[in-house]
């Protein structure tokens, strides 16, 4: 049922308009004068105010009408006057009145001209709720883009890599054969992420499922380290891997089912991360170890966490310092190692660096 209320100093007036108004189905609130119509704004939400432009104190109809427009803004009001002139009908204008009135108002023209202002005010309402939700499905889409492109561009980084390799360090032979096959399973990892990754927002639902398929967890690590060595170059870093504290042989596998794309996004966003938070001429380690039913898997760098962003480190858009960061790399790793049913954490120091900790339920 819409509120009204009605602001009029004859209580005739406040009276018959009320009954008039209340007939027509509508809950009526009446103030004699600005105080007592201060009083009813500050305890009732108001949809249409009708408010007499001359008031007895010191405050008259335009105050009312400021003070609804500073205090329920969505309130529509109209006003009226017993002394109509185009100056009145100017200042109800210049304060955002819907409608003017000249009294005495008919009750026809009364009802006819709270109803559509009640309609004006469902539609103002309507319209701001759409507004609302398409600005939710806007940041929704957003995020979804920003992920995608930064995803993406982890994966473009092993192209662009490998491509500078065959121009700047090779002479086109034989070895060229190798780099085009990284070139292209990069290029068919990408394509898969595109797919995959129009669903990702799924990974933030309880509801999601991963696709499980199985194969050596271990080449998910060694194809991290092909794609991001042209990285670790740049400032002259190694990349080493342990398995069960041994260095990783071609024999060593570790059989694991899950979902390798979002798995290998996950690896390829966590050790780019650890190679761009390393000093130079250093060394970035990945251990594994595969024992009992749990696979646990650290990637340590001797870079610190900035004390500012450890609180929040898996959150999203959590960066600092780095160049076009978005800071979703960390999150989405998370995120993905939730939903195996993992965990990760981490520990920082200025002595010891970083170490990001993943543990897996394995087979």
Do not use: W
Not at 123 to 146: F, G, H, V
Not at 172 to 201: A, F, H, K, P, W
Not at 293 to 306: K, M, Q, T
């Amino acid at each position: 049922m819409p509120k009204l209320l009605i602001v009029d100093d004859e209580e005739e007036i406040r009276l018959l308009y009320r009954h008039i108004l209340s007939e027509a189905g509508h809950e009526v609130f009446l103030a004699k004068d600005a105080e007592s119509a201060r009083y009813v704004l500050s305890k009732q939400d108001i949809d249409v105010a009708i408010v007499d432009r001359i008031l007895p104190g010191p405050e008259d109809g335009l105050d009312i009408l400021r003070f609804i427009q500073s205090g329920q803004p969505s309130c529509h009001t109209i006003l009226l006057s017993g002394y109509p002139t185009f100056s009145s009908a100017s200042e109800a204008i210049r304060h955002n009145a819907f409608d003017y009135l000249t009294k005495p108002v008919h009750p026809t023209k009364l009802c006819d001209a709270v109803e559509a202002a009640v309609k004006d005010r469902v539609l103002q309402q309507e319209k701001l709720l759409t507004a609302e939700k398409n600005r939710k499905c806007y940041e929704e889409l957003k995020s979804k883009q920003e992920i995608l492109q930064h995803d993406m561009r982890s994966l473009l980084v092993g192209i662009v890599g490998f491509t500078n390799l065959l121009i700047n360090r090779t002479s086109l032979d034989s070895t060229q054969l190798e780099y085009c096959r990284q070139i292209q399973e990069c290029g068919l990892q990408l394509e898969n992420m595109v797919n995959t990754y129009l669903d990702v927002t799924q990974l933030e639902q309880d509801s999601f499922r991963i696709t499980k398929t199985q194969f050596n967890f271990l080449n998910i690590v060694r194809q991290s380290r092909k794609t991001l060595r042209f990285l670790a170059d740049e400032k002259n870093i190694s990349i080493t891997i342990r398995y069960n504290k041994k260095m990783l042989s071609i024999e060593h596998k570790v059989p694991f089912e899950g979902d390798r794309t979002f798995l290998q996004n996950a690896m390829d966003n966590l050790l780019k991360n650890a190679i761009e938070s390393s000093p130079p001429d250093r060394r970035v380690k990945i251990n594994i170890r595969d024992n009992d039913d749990r696979l646990r898997v650290s990637v340590h760098n001797f870079g610190a966490i900035p004390q500012g962003i450890r609180s929040t480190f898996f959150e999203k858009y959590t960066t600092s310092g780095k160049k076009n960061g978005l800071g979703l790399g960390t999150y989405m790793a998370n995120l993905v190692i939730k939903a195996h049913g993992g965990s990760s954490s981490f520990t920082s120091s200025e002595d010891d660096g970083t170490k990001i900790l993943l543990e897996l339920p394995n087979l």
